[in-house]
C-alpha cells in the first residue's frame, strides 16, 4: 500500500510555469507506475499523464503534450509534474495516482493523492 500527498498549486498567469510534487509514503514506490489526472469544475476526472516504472515510457493527454513533463526520483519517493505555458483551461485540481502494473495506460490506479489546486488566471 502506498500512500500520496501532492503540494506545489497555486495561481499563476497565463503563460507561467509551476512544478506540482507527489510525495509517496510506503513500500516500494520505485515499483509503482505513477500518474497525473486532473479535474477542472463541473467537469469528470481526466488523465494527463503517465510514467511506467518497468520501461521509463511517458505518455502524455494531447491537451498538455509539449507543455507538461511527469518524471520521478526513487530516491526522494517523489513524483512530478512539470507545468509549463499554462492556459486557463489547465486549471483544475491535479491528483497523483499509483499503480504496481507497469503499463502506460490513461486508466487510474488503485492509489489517489488528495489533489492540489492549480488557477491559472490573470
Known amino acids: 500500500q502506498v500512500q500520496l500527498v501532492e503540494s506545489g498549486g497555486g495561481l499563476v498567469p497565463p503563460g507561467g510555469s509551476l512544478r506540482l510534487s507527489c510525495v509517496a509514503s510506503g513500500r516500494s514506490f520505485s515499483r509503482y507506475t505513477m500518474s497525473w489526472f486532473r479535474q477542472a469544475p463541473g467537469k469528470e476526472r481526466e488523465f494527463v499523464a503517465v510514467l511506467s516504472w518497468t520501461t521509463g515510457s511517458t505518455y502524455y493527454a494531447d491537451s498538455v503534450k509539449g507543455r507538461f513533463t511527469i518524471s520521478r526520483n526513487n530516491a526522494k519517493n517523489t513524483a512530478y509534474l512539470q507545468m509549463s505555458s499554462l492556459k486557463p483551461e489547465d486549471t483544475a485540481v491535479y491528483y497523483c495516482?499509483?499503480?504496481?502494473?507497469?503499463?502506460?495506460?490513461?486508466?487510474?490506479?488503485?492509489?489517489w493523492g488528495q489533489g492540489t489546486q492549480v488557477t491559472v488566471s490573470s
Open positions: 495516482n499509483a499503480d504496481p502494473g507497469g503499463a502506460v495506460t490513461t486508466k487510474a490506479g488503485h492509489y
